[in-house]
């Protein structure tokens, strides 16, 4: 299952990897899932080391790429960027030298700055030799959007042609979350040929190319992209929805006005009526963490068409075939 074909490879976008490059990651996720149901050890990495570099907080990420790696054989060392000397405005050139001569690969998130977090990472991955993995920029969160693909997997299987998926934006109060969830996922979902809904308000538009990629892509799949300002058509007929907060693109440096812009839409939430305008047996997906009663109720989050447990399982899964596939 594991192969060599992708050792040193950076994974900063999903579209840096060919579908049959995500397809064999998914393959291993699957293995490595079965294994680890089984309580079968699969050190495929031992003694290797992963720096994880977090400049935003974090409770799955963290904690899939260290469980992940620990089970692997491996160990992984968390680096706050605010304790390092990146505070004091060390380059991501010589922080990427300096790390692949202590270890195996690099991973970094840095997500709330609109134009900074995928260009950092991209520029420690030219100076380091060893792969560098994004766990969420500014532009795509590919480690949250594979797991997600394998739980839509799980539940309807390979070809995923055709159906219908509903991005939507949803309201929270808790901060102004970033924007690459929803930018990861109509740039994935529509090269598997999904016809994908974005909708969101006005003011809370994603970046353009990203919309620009997802048109692209599902005219090559034969999938499809549109972009609506009401909720309930992201709904509407939809074999999953994935209704989740983001930030106004120019207002992430004023987070408080963001959230101001925010609070005009509280009617934004994922409740039983709508899922009522989905298919009988849609899926409801979240990231996570979730609002609670902002961008989602405790019925539907709790309810039978959630996967969201499944989902937040699989990025232990995925974190360690991406760690396993790279990593030599
Ligand atoms: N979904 C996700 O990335 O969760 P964390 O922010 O907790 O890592």
């Given at each position: 299952m594991i192969t060599d074909a992708l050792v040193g490879r950076d994974y900063i976008e999903t579209s840096d990897w060919t579908t049959a490059e995500i397809d064999t990651a998914l393959d291993v996720s699957a293995d490595l899932k079965t294994k680890f149901r089984a309580g079968e050890?699969?050190?495929?990495?031992?003694?290797k080391t992963i720096f994880l570099f977090f400049f935003d907080k974090s409770t799955r990420t963290r904690n899939s790429f260290e469980a992940g790696i620990t089970q692997l054989g491996g160990h992984a060392h968390f680096i706050d960027a605010a304790t390092s000397q990146i505070s004091h405005g060390e380059s991501p050139r010589d922080t990427g030298i300096i790390l692949s001569r202590y270890g195996h690969a690099i991973a970094i998130r840095h997500d709330l700055v609109p134009g900074e977090g995928n260009a950092y990472m991209r520029e420690v991955a030219k100076h380091a030799d060893k792969p560098v993995i994004n766990m969420q920029c500014d532009i795509d969160h590919p480690c949250q959007t594979l797991a997600d693909l394998m739980t839509i997997r799980e539940k309807f299987?390979?070809?995923?042609?055709?159906m219908k998926i509903g991005v939507s934006w949803a309201y929270a109060p808790s901060y102004a979350k970033p924007m690459s969830v929803p930018q990861g996922l109509i740039m994935l979902m529509t090269r598997y040929g999904m016809d994908v809904t974005l909708a969101h308000p006005?003011?809370?538009?994603?970046m353009p190319h990203t919309l620009e990629r997802a048109r692209k892509n599902a005219a090559e799949s034969g999938g499809a992209f549109r972009v609506v300002h009401e909720m309930d058509e992201a709904f509407e007929g939809a074999q999953i929805v994935y209704p989740k907060s983001w930030g106004c693109r120019d207002l992430f440096h004023k987070p408080e006005e963001s959230l101001a812009v925010g609070k005009?839409?509280?009617?934004w939430i994922c409740d039983e009526r709508r899922i009522g305008?989905?298919?009988?047996d849609s899926i409801y997906m979240h990231c996570l963490p979730a609002d609670r009663?902002?961008?989602?109720t405790d019925e539907v989050i709790d309810?039978?068409?959630?996967?969201v447990f499944d989902e937040a399982e699989n990025r232990l899964h995925t974190a360690k075939a991406l760690m396993a596939l790279t990593m030599r």
């Open positions: 050890p699969h050190r495929l990495l031992p003694d299987g390979r070809n995923l042609k055709g006005v003011e809370f538009e994603l005009k839409y509280t009617s305008l989905t298919d009988a009663g902002s961008e989602v309810g039978p068409h959630s996967v």
